[in-house]
């Protein structure tokens, strides 16, 4: 299991966010992309996408945490 925790402040523009990012395996055999994200404090949202296999999953994975540091999201 993969599991990456992002966070990003802006106090002049009072932006406190996070965003969780993991890979995890499910009951049925496929793989899937769990992402979680809000207001620092908040329970946040909730994403799951289910993929066949884990390399698809890997993509998935890595072309969303590239674009979240792209957007001024640090590792937490």
């Keep these: 299991m993969d599991l990456l925790h992002l966070r990003r402040i802006d106090r002049e523009r009072n932006m406190a966010r996070f965003y969780n990012l993991a890979i995890e395996p499910t ?33 998935a994975y890595a072309q969303l945490s590239r674009q979240k540091l792209r957007r001024g999201y640090i590792r937490q």
């Design 27 to 59: 009951l049925f055999g496929t793989v899937s992309v769990v992402r979680e994200w809000g207001r620092i404090g908040s329970s946040g949202r909730r994403r799951i996408d289910l993929y066949e296999g884990e390399a698809e999953a890997r993509d």
